[in-house]
């Protein structure tokens, strides 16, 4: 698939789902004073986009260290992706989960909320398939990171102002979205093996 920076940066955008994401920090960040709350989640975010950068670029190396080609990159993050719409879509019914009491670090907010492994994967694959246009993808990883900085320091406030019905129903319609990015990704990585297979037989 050829992306522009807009459409990469939508991407992006949707898989790391900063909508989505104000639960889990409102739920990591409780124990925490409110006046110290921005800074942690500005490091959070911090901390995901050097990883997503770094994974920009070593890709290409890990690809050929792992013998992994793009074509098994994109159909595998196409079913990534398709698997983490799902859940945005239909989300699991809700379980006891151990609270954290002390001020969150890497785990659980910027690994995996933020730079989950389909986030890793998309970086990956942008780059994989298009290493000329490298500054372009910098590019929307930071306003992808921008966004969702304001979103999450500004959670709080969204949730007062539209409500938890409307940002569920954010979540889920990103997921719709995310769904169909999903199948598109996998319907073409599938038809450029079987194009192969054809061609060598």
Excluded at 36 to 41: A, F, G, L, Q
Excluded at 119 to 129: E, F, H
Excluded at 140 to 163: D, F, K, N, P, Y
Excluded at 179 to 185: D, K, L, Y
């Amino acid at each position: 698939m050829n992306y522009t920076f807009a459409s990469a940066t939508i991407l992006l955008i949707l898989i790391t789902d900063p909508v989505g994401n104000i639960p889990i920090f409102a739920n990591a960040l409780k124990h925490v004073a409110p006046e110290r709350r921005p800074k942690v989640i500005l490091r959070e975010i911090l901390i995901a986009f050097t990883l997503l950068l770094t994974f920009m670029f070593v890709g290409e190396s890990f690809l050929r260290v792992m013998n992994l080609s793009e074509l098994s990159l994109q159909i595998g993050g196409g079913v990534i992706l398709f698997l983490i719409a799902l859940r945005m879509v239909f989300p699991p019914a809700a379980t006891a989960e151990t609270e954290i009491k002390t001020e969150p670090l890497i785990v659980p907010l910027a690994i995996p909320a933020v730079a989950g492994p389909s986030a890793l994967a998309t970086v990956l694959l942008l780059v994989s398939q298009q290493p000329d246009r490298r500054m372009e993808w910098i590019g929307a990883l930071c306003v992808t990171m921008l966004v969702s900085a304001v979103v999450l320091v500004s959670a709080e406030r969204i949730q007062r102002i539209i409500g938890d019905r409307l940002v569920v129903a954010a979540e889920r319609l990103m997921g719709l979205v995310l769904v169909s990015v999903a199948i598109e990704m996998m319907l073409r990585g599938i038809k450029t093996f079987v194009q192969q297979v054809a061609a060598a037989t």
